[in-house]
């Protein structure tokens, strides 16, 4: 009996649905942070350009 098979949501390779495929549904560890790399981007929209215009508030670090 052929086992499962799915396709990889990032590049569409099928992939055996097996315990051993522990990156499944993705073909490999790149596709599954390809594919979640996506996932956040998408959902949380973050100011990637905004970051280096924060500066570090000095009162968030008080002395030790
Ligand atoms: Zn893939």
């Known amino acids: 009996m052929a086992p499962t098979t799915v ?6 390779k099928l992939v ?21 790399g996506e996932w956040a981007s998408g ?8 970051l280096d215009d924060i500066e570090p508030d000095p009162r968030d670090f008080p002395d030790e």
Do not use: H
Request: overall charge negative.
């Open 16 to 36: 055996a649905w097996v315990d051993t495929q522990k990156f499944k549904p993705f073909c490999s560890e790149r596709c599954k942070l390809i594919d979640l």
């Open 7 to 12: 396709q990889c949501p990032t590049c569409g």
């Open 43 to 50: 959902t949380y929209a973050i100011p990637g350009e905004d």
